[in-house]
C-alpha cells in the first residue's frame, strides 16, 4: 500500500473512536483515509454468534446517557433494544469463596462475610459500586481531573481503608474478580470515583426498570456501518509501524511495506498499541510515560455450552460470580426468547486472565472448565468448549479498557490528550467526562476540532 496522492488526515485505527473522528472531519470537506490493522472494523466492540445467538465480546451495553452512540446509531437505522432481561444473570448468580458456594439468601447472616452491619445485605460484586456512589466527592463525571480532586488518586486499598473499612472487606468488596487492575493496590480510587459518578449520572437518563441498551443483532452492526458511510473506503489489515512528520506533512509506514501521507494524522489506537509504533519525532514528557506506562485491563471470556441445565440439578443459580479461576460464570440469554439459557459465559478478570493468556485457547477453556466443575460437580461433563477471546493477548488491543494506577492521574492525565506536532490521539483512554463507548466518541470530537483548527 503506498499513497501517491496526498490525503488531508489519515486515521489509524477504525474503532468507534476512529471511525467517529474519520466521519466528523469527512463532513467538513476533508479527504480522510482510514487504516485498520485488523480484517474487521469496531475494535474493541466485535459481535459473535455462537450456537446461532449474538455474544458479544466487547462494547455490550449503551447506557442510557450514551446520546452519541444513541444518535448514531438512529442515524444509521440501529434499532436499540432494552438489556434488562438479558442482564438477568446479575440477580441470579449466587457467590463461591474460597471453595464454598454461598446463595445470595444466605449471604448477610453468612460468618464470612465481613461487611458493616448496615451493609451486610450487599454483595460482594456491588460492594465497591455502591461504597465509590455513597462516597463519592465529585459533583459530576468530570470533576474527577480537578485539581482539588488529586488527593484521591491513591490506592483503591488506602481509600477504602480510609472509609475504616477492614482488609478482610477490602479483599471481598473489591479484590475478587477485579474490573480495573490486579487488586486494591493496583488502581487509583479516583478513577473508580470517577466511573462510580458517570454510572450515577447514566441512571438519571434511564428508566427505573431500565439498565439500558443494546443493539439488535450486534453492537458491531454500529461501527460497521460508520465505516460504510464514509467516502473512502476503510484499507483493513493495514498495521502502521511508524509515523514520521516532515515540515508540512506526516508519513505513515505499514508492516507490508507500503505508506501514506497527510497534512495530519488522527491516533485512535490504544496505549498498547501505540508503544510499538515508532514516532519520530519520539513523545516527550509525562506523554511520553504515560503510553509506556499506562496499564490496560487484562480479560479472557471463555463460552461454554451446557448439555444439559445441570443448575436444575444442585439448586443453585446458573450464574456464579467466584473467586476462582473461572471468575464471573454468567448465564447469556441472547437467543429470542430471554427465559431461555443460550451459553455460559466465564469473565476472567486479572491475574487469572494473564494466566490463561499464557495458555492456547483449547487448555485455557479446558482449565477454566475444570475449575467450575470443581465448584460444583453437577457440571461435571455437562459443558462444551465453543469459544475464547482473549484482550489482554489480542495484539490489536493489548487489554480491555485503560486503567490508571495510584498517582498516575496526576501525572499523566493533563498531558495524555496533547496533539504532537501534526499528531492527534483519541479513544476512551483520553475521555474526560464519559467512559467506554460514549468516552471513545467524545474524544473523537477533540481531535477532529484540533485538525479542523489547522487545516
Known sequence: M??????DVVVIGAGLAGLNAALLLEEQGLNVLVLEAQQRVGGRIHSMRHLGS??????????AGYERIMRTAQRFGIRLIDVTPLLEFFREQDLVLDGEIIRQAEWPAHPANPFPADDRHLMPWNYHRVLTMRENPLASPADWLDAKHAGFDVSMHAWM???????????????????FGADAHDVSALLLLFRAAFSKA??????????GFTAEHGVDRIPTAMAAALRTEVMLDRRVVAITQARDSVRVACADGGSVSA??????????VLRHIVLDPPLVGSQSEAVAHLPAQPITQVYLAPRRPFWEDDGYAPSLYTDALPGMVAAVRSGADPDTITHLTAWVMGKHALALDALDASEAGRRVITAIEELRPAARGQLELIGLHSWGADACAAGAWAYFRPGQIRRFAAAMPAPHGRVHFCGEHLASASRGMEGAMETAERAAREVLGHI
Open 161 to 179: 481503608r480510609a472509609q475504616g473499612l477492614s482488609d478482610s472487606v477490602v479483599r471481598i468488596g473489591y479484590e475478587l474478580n477485579p474490573s
Open 263 to 272: 497534512k495530519r494524522v488522527v491516533c485512535a489506537v490504544p496505549y498498547g
Open 54 to 63: 449474538n455474544t458479544e465480546a466487547g462494547g455490550t451495553y449503551i447506557g
Open 202 to 211: 447514566q441512571r438519571g437518563h434511564a428508566a427505573a426498570d431500565s439498565l
Open 2 to 7: 503506498t499513497s501517491r496522492g496526498r490525503h
